[in-house]
C-alpha cells in the first residue's frame, strides 16, 4: 500500500493539470480583490488573512462594506450564513467521499468552493491515483490561488496607485457569466426566473442596500416549496402508472 506522501506526490500533477482554469481564474480574481481591499484603505495584510481564514470570494469583496460601514454582526452574520447557504446543497453529496479521509476532510469541509467541487466531482482519473490525495490537493492548490492572487493586488495596490473605481464589479461581473452560463444549460428556467423577478421587487421595495437577505430567503423558500411540489406531482403519477 503506498505511503500518504507518495500517493500525494502521484496525484499532484494530475491535481494541478486539472486546476489549470481555476488558476487563471483565481490569480486575476484576488489580484482585484487584494487591490480592492488596499485601495479601500486597509493594509496590506488584510487580503492576506480573509483569503486564508474565510476563502470566500463574494464574502470577501463584500467584507470590505461591511468593515468600512456601521458595526452590524447580526446583518453580516445573516449575509454570510445566506451567500453560504448554497454549499450546503453540494457539500451534503461529498460526505461519503470525505468521511475515510482522515483529518484531512475537515480542511476540506472548510475549503470546498463551487470549482473545487465541480473538479472533484467530475474529474476521471487514473486506477493508480488516489482520489483522496488527488481530492486534498486540488482543495489545496485552489486556495493557494485565491490566497497568492490576493496578496499580489495588496502588494501592487500599496506600491502602485492603481484606480479601484469599478473593482468590486468584477464579482458582479463573474456571476452575471456563470448566470448566463447556467441558463443555456438548464432546460427548465423557472428558478433563473424566479430568482430575477424576486430579487428586483426587493430592490424596488428596500433599496440596493436592504435587498440582498430578504431575496435570497424568499430564493431559497420559493425553491424549496417548488421541489416539494414537484416530488408530490412526480408520487402521484408513479401512482398513476400502477
Known amino acids: 500500500m503506498p505511503s500518504k506522501t507518495s500517493a500525494l506526490r502521484a496525484a499532484l500533477p494530475h491535481a494541478f493539470r486539472h486546476t489549470l482554469p481555476i488558476l487563471a481564474g483565481f490569480l486575476f480574481l484576488g489580484m482585484t480583490y487584494g487591490i480592492y481591499m488596499t485601495g479601500s484603505g486597509f493594509p496590506v495584510y488584510y487580503p492576506l488573512l480573509t483569503s486564508l ?4 470570494g463574494t464574502m ?22 445566506c451567500i453560504g447557504a448554497r454549499h450546503t446543497v453540494y457539500g451534503l453529496s461529498m460526505l461519503e467521499e470525505y468521511r475515510p479521509l482522515g483529518p484531512k476532510k475537515f480542511y476540506m469541509i472548510f475549503g470546498l468552493c463551487d470549482e473545487t467541487f465541480s473538479v472533484n466531482r467530475a474529474a476521471v482519473l487514473p486506477g493508480t491515483v488516489d482520489r483522496g490525495a488527488f481530492m486534498f490537493l486540488v482543495t489545496l492548490l485552489d486556495q493557494c490561488y485565491w490566497v497568492c492572487g490576493a496578496s499580489l493586488g495588496a502588494l501592487f495596490g500599496s506600491f502602485l496607485p492603481f484606480p479601484t473605481q469599478g473593482l468590486d464589479f468584477s464579482m458582479t461581473a463573474l456571476f452575471v457569466v456563470i448566470f448566463l452560463e447556467q441558463l443555456l444549460k438548464e432546460r427548465s428556467h423557472l428558478s433563473s426566473l424566479l430568482g430575477l423577478a424576486v430579487s428586483l421587487c426587493f430592490l424596488l421595495l428596500l433599496g440596493p442596500d436592504l435587498f440582498l437577505i430578504p431575496s435570497i430567503v424568499t430564493i431559497c423558500l420559493l425553491l424549496l416549496l417548488c421541489d416539494r411540489h414537484a416530488q408530490k406531482a412526480g408520487k402521484k403519477e408513479g401512482a398513476g402508472h400502477e
Do not use: D, K, T
Request: charged fraction near 5%; charge should be negative.
Open 60 to 81: 470577501e469583496f463584500l467584507a470590505v462594506n461591511l468593515l468600512l460601514g456601521a458595526f452590524s454582526p447580526i446583518q453580516a452574520f445573516l449575509l454570510a450564513l
Open 53 to 56: 481564514l474565510v476563502f470566500s
